[in-house]
């Protein structure tokens, strides 16, 4: 038969997916102000690996000669960023939702367990709650690096005024540096979250919107059957 | 999860008499709900989006060329941060050495070419409608203030570089304008008129903020704007105006040429 589990609190979903469309307009405005500097490049002993970004993507992408733009888009969407971001943040610490989320003793050990076994090298996955030891670790890690970006963000803004974050980030150079670094960070983030949600399947997806997941139980002991309906009940 | 058990709640009191819904129906009803907000407040937030990305320009004036919900905001921005805003935080300054040497040249917009640098005077209109006109051996003769810092171009590149002049408060204060710094503004051109900022008065009297005539310690070339230039710390290079003609005050915001290309008016740092 079929059980209701709750799984993401509503507060979580909707911060989770407004953030979706507030940082893709903050990397798509980011891109405009970049574009007036393309200068990063990624290089290892004297070898250029990458440099950002090919003609054909600003072009596909209308980007050039928007810096005006992109700085006022980007200055306005900062303030959605900064307050969704609060908000995800202090739910979690004030429901208890950090213990779900917050790597423990055993995450960075199980972690690897995880990735072994959606590579298929490994079998089992090891037991787990609402999250898994790699989700627990990459989800934490995300948000650090929404910090990292609001702390760096400041630091470029106002570099005078906040000199003491301009020199915590190691000066407004690199400043900016981590700032486009992070960026990065969330491409590569979104590129693996989307596979993972993809192979993860239709339960998993949708508990991010209706906030359960459906769990298909065979009929056990009768007590068994009310633990899980007062637990039902009660959340 | 309270939201949607309120809407079920409302939902099941139209169906006359209550009855336990079975897990099936729970499951149908909390996705109707879920999806359906999620698919009308989706839409209602690329509906907003469009609205903003498709919003007319501000209409042509001091500032320009900015979506006009985006200049408000702007302008917002700009209220916050002056509140931060303190003369006591400085720019990071570094030792001599570390001054490029070559030191990076965008644009001479209003600062084309040679300048007599003997037949240059640079007025500056006071509020009793006197006009002053210095020589640059008199502003040498002031007291002189140099700095190394890490200059920022609004396009994002910066650049440590060295430069010495007097500070915009000595020279103030020499020429006697202190009336003049109850002006909320500050506006410098050049002596074309092709370029022109306008500074708040905080920004123009703080500590670092000079009337510079050199680069390097020798004189500004004429790229550098000789043979005086704003060198602001606390804006982007954008307000860093070459080759200063003309010094006013007001209490409304001159005229500015990045502000009337969408770019924000403050530009502080």
Redesign the interface.
Known sequence: MKIIKEKHPLLMRWTHWVNFPILTIMIWSGLLIYWANDTYTFTLFGVTFIRFFPQGLYDALHIPRRLAEGMAFHFLFMWFFALNGLLYVSYTIISGQWRELVPNRHSFKEAWLVVLHDLHIRKMAPPQNKYNAAQRIAYTAIIVMGFGSLITGLAIYKPVQFNYLAWICGGYHLARIWHFVLTIGYVLFFLVHVVQVVLAGWNNFRSVISGFEVIDKKPLPAIQIQNDETNEKTE | ????KKLSKVFSKNKGPKKELT??Q??SR??FI??GS?LVL?GA?YGG?RWLYTSPNEVPGITG???K???A??NA?EKV?RQ???NK????TYPKEMAAKVVRHNSDIGSEGLIDVGNWKLSVKKQNGELLNIGIDEIKKLPKTEIVY?F???????QISHWGGVKFSDFIAHFKLDAETRFEYVGMETPDKEYYVGVDMPSAMHPQTLLAYEVNEKPLPPKHGAPLRLII??KYGIKNLKRIGSITFSNSRPRDY?AE????YYA??
């Open positions: 999860m309270k939201l949607t897990v099936e729970k499951i909390r996705n879920s999806f999620f989706g937030a989006w060329e900015a979506h919900p985006l200049r905001v702007l921005n941060v931060l805003y303190s935080n400085l720019v990071k890490d920022k171009c609004v396009e994002g590149w910066d710390p606390v990045w290309q969408g770019y924000d502080g740092l």
